[in-house]
């Protein structure tokens, strides 16, 4: 469950970023923004292997 909540934590911290790029143009923001998504995606596929561990029987 702590993954989950990094995950959370995560998301909601681009959000100023999403929106200074999406609203103000901002290049940074948007390179920022693809770095918090990717990081978004590892976290998810790391919470994907948990889940699918503990469904069959791991820990």
């Not at 999403?18 to 790391?46: C, H, I, P, W």
């Amino acid at each position: 469950m702590d993954k989950f909540t990094q995950m959370k934590d995560l998301f909601a911290s681009v959000e100023a970023d999403a929106n200074k790029f999406y609203n103000s143009g901002n290049s940074a923001a948007g390179t920022r923004v693809r770095k918090s998504m990717q990081d978004l995606k590892n976290l998810a596929q790391e919470i994907r292997t948990e889940v699918t561990a503990k469904k069959n029987g791991g820990k």
